[in-house]
């Protein structure tokens, strides 16, 4: 199975994710229309508006990630006694997997974002909203419900947007419950001061709040790194995973291990609402069990998606699954490559102390005998590269009915395992050129074989490297099953 597919699993469970998110909710509205002309008042675009809508934000479009993707959601906030604060309300009883836990104050207006989209893109974005503190009564039941919800949930978002909901007071006792009854607790943070999340398990910030929080600029791995080390040094904080647009996300954690993801998005038409995204799927994995570094690999993949959408969207578990068996394919592919970067890439390999291996085959119909063979090639060494036979040695040596799969096909099956690090085809009979070029660490034959009968053995012990046998699986053979393919097409 390979890494990918690993995770393809992971997205399956996350239907067994109970999470609490506590913070922000507002009204996030669109307006679509069409820009043909410029204002003779001012030099503004004139938007001729075609039609409007409406969904939750903020901590709530959080809480909408989550249930997308299967999760069942405890949902803690803060609206105002008004008009949009009911409209709120609406939106959260009608989804089926939220339990609502929502707090009404009044005379505090319901923060409202109204972003103005023509041809895709965003014009102007106008927010009524208040940052005034909440009221003290209010302040100590979202504590006594934050203290009180923790413990029965998985893990637990803090969806922080600033607007007053996840007060110091809030976030202490939330943290302080979950921590004593073991559950993670995840943070999309606000402002520059992230020891109010002291305790937190993780934080998710991005590039431009990373460095107001630690005055750091965020322009390379190093510096991400740099940035996540000193919020863990200083606030009190296990990890932190750091997103940064264009360039990823970079995964740091206390124990000092750090993990650049690349950017997975192929088209980007809208960033809003992407980190309650990943904050959601973050949260909603660890929830199901997964460890936090296929978590962040599962959020990864899934702001990819999401800014390919417009406006404040959510991603579904088909989508993950689809996403990552698509790169899945493209990682195959990806390992292939000529001889001359074949040899650069073991070189670099063997530069960070990785053990080379390799061995060669044709690989026709892979079957359980290949894939034993190639899972104790890869426990021999760090690093194993496959020298696969091309169509027509394959041809020279099986007969003219082979192969009964293209070169082609064959390397991206087996780039697709998890085992493999890179594929070399080679139209010579033996890898005996691959062999002197790639100068392997370790050289992998089955046991069929003896060691001085296996092409290349006296080149790899000539300069210090090992030859390895493998034990072969009875019973499995590509020469035989196609004999049976065939007897069973004479008997019709």
Same mark, same amino acid.
Request: hydrophobic share 40%; net charge negative; with cysteine.
């Given at each position: 199975?390979?890494?990918?597919?690993?995770?393809?699993?992971?997205?399956?469970?996350?239907?067994?994710?109970?999470?609490?998110?506590?913070?922000?909710?507002?009204?996030?509205?669109?307006?679509?229309?069409?820009?043909?002309?410029?204002?003779?008042?001012?030099?503004?675009?004139?938007?001729?508006?075609?039609?409007?809508?409406?969904?939750?934000?903020?901590?709530?479009?959080?809480?909408?990630?989550?249930?997308?993707?299967?999760?069942?959601?405890?949902?803690?906030?803060?609206?105002?006694?008004?008009?949009?604060?009911?409209?709120?309300?609406?939106?959260?009883?009608?989804?089926?997997?939220?339990?609502?836990?929502?707090?009404?104050?009044?005379?505090?207006?319901?923060?409202?974002?109204?972003?103005?989209?023509?041809?895709?893109?965003?014009?102007?974005?106008?927010?009524?909203?208040?940052?005034?503190?909440?009221?003290?009564?209010?302040?100590?039941?979202?504590?006594?419900?934050?203290?009180?919800?923790?413990?029965?949930?998985?893990?637990?978002?803090?969806?922080?947007?600033? $607007?007053?909901?996840?007060?110091?007071?809030?976030?202490?006792?939330?943290?302080?419950?979950?921590?004593?009854?073991?559950?993670?607790?995840?943070?999309?943070? $606000?402002?520059?001061?992230?020891?109010?999340?002291?305790?937190?398990?993780?934080?998710?910030?991005?590039?431009?709040?990373?460095?107001?929080?630690?005055?750091?600029?965020?322009?390379?791995?190093?510096?991400?790194?740099?940035?996540?080390?000193?919020?863990?040094?200083?606030?009190?904080?296990?990890?932190?995973?750091?997103?940064?647009?264009?360039?990823? =996300?970079?995964?740091?954690?206390?124990?000092?291990?750090?993990?650049?993801?690349?950017?997975?998005?192929?088209?980007?038409?809208?960033?809003?609402?992407?980190?309650?995204?990943?904050?959601?799927?973050?949260?909603?994995?660890?929830?199901?069990?997964?460890?936090?570094?296929?978590?962040?690999?599962?959020?990864?993949?899934?702001?990819?998606?999401?800014?390919?959408?417009?406006?404040?969207?959510?991603?579904?578990?088909?989508?993950?699954?689809?996403?990552?068996?698509?790169?899945?394919?493209?990682?195959?592919?990806?390992?292939?490559?000529?001889?001359?970067? =074949?040899?650069?890439?073991?070189?670099?390999?063997?530069?960070?102390?990785?053990?080379?291996?390799?061995?060669?085959?044709?690989?026709?119909?892979?079957?359980?005998?290949?894939?034993?063979?190639?899972?104790?090639?890869?426990?021999?060494?760090?690093?194993?590269?496959?020298?696969?036979?091309?169509?027509?040695?394959?041809?020279?040596?099986?007969?003219?009915?082979?192969?009964?799969?293209?070169?082609?096909?064959?390397?991206?099956?087996?780039?697709?395992?998890?085992?493999?690090?890179?594929?070399?085809?080679?139209?010579?009979?033996?890898?005996?050129?691959?062999?002197?070029?790639?100068?392997?660490?370790?050289?992998?034959?089955?046991?069929?074989?003896?060691?001085?009968?296996?092409?290349?053995?006296?080149?790899?012990?000539?300069?210090?490297? $090992?030859?390895?046998?493998?034990?072969?699986?009875?019973?499995?053979?590509?020469?035989?099953?196609?004999?049976?393919?065939?007897?069973?097409?004479?008997?019709?």
């Amino acid at each position: 199975m390979t890494d990918l597919s690993h995770l393809a699993l992971q997205v399956e469970q996350l239907t067994n994710a109970k999470v609490l998110c506590i913070g922000d909710v507002m009204l996030d509205r669109f307006v679509y229309g069409t820009v043909n002309r410029i204002s003779p008042e001012a030099p503004i675009p004139i938007i001729r508006v075609e039609r409007e809508s409406a969904m939750l934000g903020g901590a709530g479009n959080v809480a909408r990630n989550a249930t997308a993707l299967g999760a069942a959601v405890q949902f803690l906030s803060l609206v105002g006694d008004d008009l949009p604060g009911r409209e709120v309300m609406e939106y959260v009883a009608n989804d089926a997997g939220v339990e609502p836990y929502i707090q009404t104050e009044r005379n505090r207006p319901t923060t409202i974002k109204t972003r103005y989209i023509a041809s895709g893109q965003q014009l102007l974005r106008s927010d009524n909203e208040t940052t005034s503190p909440i009221a003290a009564d209010t302040i100590s039941n979202l504590s006594a419900l934050a203290g009180q919800l923790s413990p029965d949930v998985e893990a637990i978002i803090l969806s922080d947007y600033g $607007k007053g909901v996840l007060h110091p007071d809030v976030v202490a006792s939330a943290i302080n419950a979950a921590r004593a009854a073991g559950k993670p607790v995840i943070v999309d943070p $606000k402002g520059t001061d992230y020891s109010i999340y002291r305790g937190a398990t993780v934080v998710t910030p991005n590039r431009a709040e990373a460095q107001a929080a630690t005055g750091i600029a965020v322009n390379s791995d190093e510096d991400a790194i740099a940035a996540a080390t000193k919020i863990i040094t200083d606030c009190g904080i296990d990890n932190v995973l750091l997103t940064r647009s264009q360039d990823g =996300m970079t995964l740091v954690t206390k124990d000092g291990e750090a993990i650049h993801l690349p950017t997975e998005a192929r088209e980007v038409f809208d960033v809003s609402g992407a980190g309650d995204t990943v904050v959601a799927c973050l949260a909603a994995a660890i929830a199901a069990g997964s460890s936090l570094s296929d978590a962040a690999r599962i959020a990864n993949v899934a702001a990819g998606i999401v800014v390919g959408k417009i406006g404040t969207a959510i991603v579904y578990p088909d989508e993950l699954i689809s996403a990552l068996h698509h790169h899945d394919l493209m990682i195959g592919e990806a390992k292939l490559m000529p001889l001359d970067r =074949m040899v650069d890439r073991a070189e670099r390999w063997r530069r960070k102390g990785y053990k080379v291996g390799f061995t060669n085959g044709c690989f026709d119909l892979l079957h359980p005998g290949h894939l034993s063979l190639l899972k104790q090639a890869r426990a021999a060494c760090d690093r194993l590269i496959v020298g696969l036979n091309s169509d027509a040695s394959v041809k020279r040596l099986k007969g003219e009915s082979r192969p009964v799969q293209s070169e082609a096909a064959r390397a991206a099956v087996l780039g697709s395992l998890e085992t493999i690090s890179g594929v070399v085809i080679f139209g010579e009979d033996t890898p005996v050129n691959l062999i002197s070029a790639i100068k392997p660490d370790i050289l992998v034959k089955g046991a069929d074989y003896t060691i001085d009968k296996v092409v290349g053995a006296e080149i790899v012990q000539g300069y210090g490297g $090992k030859v390895v046998l493998a034990n072969l699986e009875d019973g499995f053979s590509t020469t035989s099953t196609i004999a049976r393919m065939n007897k069973g097409k004479d008997r019709d």
